[in-house]
């Protein structure tokens, strides 16, 4: 009995499933990228302020359970609009990357950065009570403070403000 049909067959099958394993893992992968671009910021690569918004409501409600203190820091660049007018909005984007990177380097994995609007950010600390928070608010100041970034030749440095709130 001739069975060439049954195996181009089965063989022309096996191609398609593993032609259609490779399409579901990249819509898999594409998916995980649009999830990822969806919670954050594209120029800081910080949390935008959705995430926040879609993250806030489980941290508190942990807080309350478990009983424990949440710091928020909120932070303002001081005269960042003078920083875009006189150098550009390219020196403007080195300030608010330099400040992100000032964030990973100065909290923790699990405190939530976010870049909460134009030179606005919020950094969500769970466990934190006010003589740790105002340590850490004065070390991102001071560290912030000093930075000089080099652009095009200029040395551009800023000043943050931060407002410390607690639950």
Same mark, same amino acid.
Do not use: W
């Given at each position: 009995r001739d069975?060439?049909v049954?195996? !181009?067959?089965? #063989?022309?099958?096996?191609?398609a499933?593993? @032609?259609l394993?490779h399409?579901?893992?990249?819509i898999e992968?594409?998916q995980?990228?649009l999830?990822e671009q969806?919670?954050?910021d594209?120029l800081? +690569?910080?949390?935008?302020?959705? =995430?926040?918004?879609?993250t806030?409501?489980?941290?508190? %409600?942990?807080?309350?359970?478990?009983?424990?203190?949440?710091? =928020?820091?909120?932070?303002d660049i /001081?005269?960042f609009k @003078?920083?875009?007018?006189?150098? +550009? #909005? *390219?020196a403007?984007?080195l300030?608010?990357?330099?400040?992100? /990177?000032?964030f990973r380097t #100065?909290?923790? @994995?699990?405190d939530?950065?976010?870049?909460?609007g134009g030179? !606005? =950010?919020?950094?969500v600390?769970a466990?934190? +009570?006010?003589v *740790? %928070?105002?340590?850490?608010a004065?070390?991102?100041?001071?560290? =912030?403070t000093?930075?000089?970034m080099?652009y095009n +030749?200029?040395?551009?440095?800023a000043?943050?403000?931060?407002?410390i709130?607690f639950?």
């Open positions: 069975i060439s049954r195996m !181009e067959t089965e #063989h022309a099958l096996r191609d499933n593993e @032609q394993s399409r579901v893992e990249e992968e594409l995980a990228t999830r969806a919670i954050r594209p800081t +690569g910080l949390y935008n302020r959705r =995430f926040l918004y879609e806030m409501g489980r941290e508190l %409600a942990r807080a309350r359970r478990e009983k424990y203190t949440i710091s =928020f820091m909120m932070m /001081d005269r @003078q920083v875009n007018d006189t150098y +550009g #909005h *390219d403007g984007d300030v608010l990357v330099a400040l992100a /990177d000032l #100065h909290t923790r @994995q699990g939530i950065v976010c870049r909460y030179e !606005e =950010f919020l950094v600390m466990e934190v +009570g006010e *740790d %928070a105002k340590r850490r004065e070390e991102i100041r001071h560290s =912030f000093t930075l000089r080099d +030749g200029d040395k551009i440095s000043t943050i403000s931060i407002g709130a639950y």
